[in-house]
């Protein structure tokens, strides 16, 4: 068994955070429209979660590996800055392989998160093994941190969180958070008065 300490230590590392989507970002329930859409339910303690890294100053990458395709991924991906998407991906350890190299990073640089059995050859080729606490339990034989949170209800967050604790860039990026926003007060501002 791996202590806090260790786990601190492998985090330390950490410069791609890799995912999968369903059962991660999402609860792993999908609306099928009668247009063929589909409709995924999204967590904003995720959302903020990139903002944080943002705000840290150092340089993170973040790529989701899923193994379905949706247009509505595709959409959240560019709108929140993913640097990788693999979508229709049955080899996710090749897909992680193939973005560490693309950013010229090693495998101890990697942290990914899964919650199912094709997530588990990824969670192997990664320095750092992450699942929700829902996960299934061959995929949590297999993973360092099993975070407190279920898929969907902020695990990406909660992994941030770990990570820039880790660092030591926490605090910091608190403390981004407690001056003003005033781009942001300004649109609120602005769309009020129309």
């Known amino acids: 068994m791996r202590t806090r300490s260790s786990l601190r230590r492998r985090a330390a590392a950490v410069r791609l955070l890799a995912m999968d989507v369903d059962g991660v970002l999402t609860d792993g329930s999908i609306v099928l429209l009668k247009s063929g859409e589909e409709v995924k339910v999204w967590n904003v303690k995720d959302r903020i979660a990139f903002s944080m890294l943002e705000k840290s100053g150092r340089r993170f990458y973040v790529a989701w590996i899923t193994g379905r395709a949706s247009a ?90 770990f990570v820039l604790r880790s660092q030591g860039l926490l605090r910091k990026v608190v403390a981004e958070f407690e001056r003003p926003q005033s781009r942001l007060f300004k649109d609120a501002q602005g769309k009020k008065r129309r």
């Open 72 to 161: 509505q991924v595709k959409a959240r991906a560019e709108e929140l800055g993913v640097d990788a998407l693999y979508q229709s991906c049955l080899d996710k350890r090749a897909a992680l392989q193939d973005i560490l190299r693309r950013f010229r990073l090693t495998a101890r640089q990697a942290l990914y998160i899964g919650d199912d059995l094709i997530d588990i050859a990824a969670l192997k080729g990664a320095g750092l093994a992450v699942c929700p606490s829902d996960a299934v339990a061959e995929v949590k034989s297999v993973c360092s941190l099993v975070t407190r949170a279920p898929g969907g209800r902020g695990v990406f967050r909660e992994a941030v969180d």
